[in-house]
């Protein structure tokens, strides 16, 4: 089922200072096209709410239960990580891929590694760029399809759980052969 009946581009996450989810509540504001779902809570909630105040095109969901955010990925036109900090990976990024959702990411910390390495989104450094962004895989589907295909290959075979846990029982086993 589908959360949100209109186009929607989905930002997840703490909300704190440091995530930029203020930097991008302003766009909308020019972009009708489509809503901005924030999903998350935190210390910043109440003075996100202030400034999107008008903006009918910018709701705020809450937290989701880990079970319920499959379908608000899945639906997504894209995943908009605004961090404005050094994030030590960027786990946002990596569930998007999970459920097929391209991901529009801050260019900064590890998300261009990230999103080079998958081919599954693009970077952004200024409000012209995301905008440019939002607008293409918005407007072209097959595009945006080709990113999210790519995304979801990369997180199977980079991000999963087999993968990870396999990666690192075998430095376990590494580093006892080495004592």
């Known amino acids: 089922r589908r959360p949100h009946d209109r186009p929607y581009f989905l930002s997840v996450g703490r909300l704190t200072k440091i995530k930029g989810f203020d930097?991008?509540?302003?766009?909308?504001?020019?972009?009708?096209?489509?809503d901005l779902l924030i999903i998350g809570d935190g210390e910043e909630l109440s003075a996100l709410k202030a400034q999107a105040a008008g903006l009918p095109n910018v709701k705020?969901?809450?937290?989701?239960?880990?079970?319920?955010?499959?379908?608000?990925?899945?639906?997504?036109?894209?995943?908009v990580v605004p961090s404005l900090g050094y994030e030590t990976?960027?786990?946002?990024?990596?569930e998007a891929f999970r459920y097929r959702t391209p991901v529009i990411a801050r260019r900064i910390g590890p998300f261009p590694e990230i999103v080079e390495e998958?081919?599954?989104?693009?970077?952004?450094?200024?409000?012209e760029e995301l905008v440019a962004a939002m607008t293409r895989l918005q407007q072209d589907a097959a595009y945006?399809?080709?990113?999210?295909?790519?995304?979801y290959d990369a997180c199977r075979a980079r991000w999963s759980e087999e993968v990870v846990i396999g990666r690192f029982l075998d430095l376990v086993w590494e580093a006892r052969a080495a004592t």
């Open 89 to 94: 990976f960027g786990i946002v990024l990596i």
């Open 144 to 151: 945006r399809d080709g990113l999210a295909a790519k995304a």
């Open 23 to 34: 930097r991008i509540i302003p766009i909308f504001a020019e972009y009708p096209a489509a």
């Open 60 to 79: 705020f969901v809450g937290r989701v239960p880990n079970q319920e955010l499959r379908e608000y990925y899945e639906h997504a036109v894209a995943t």
């Open 118 to 127: 998958s081919g599954g989104g693009l970077l952004f450094s200024n409000d």
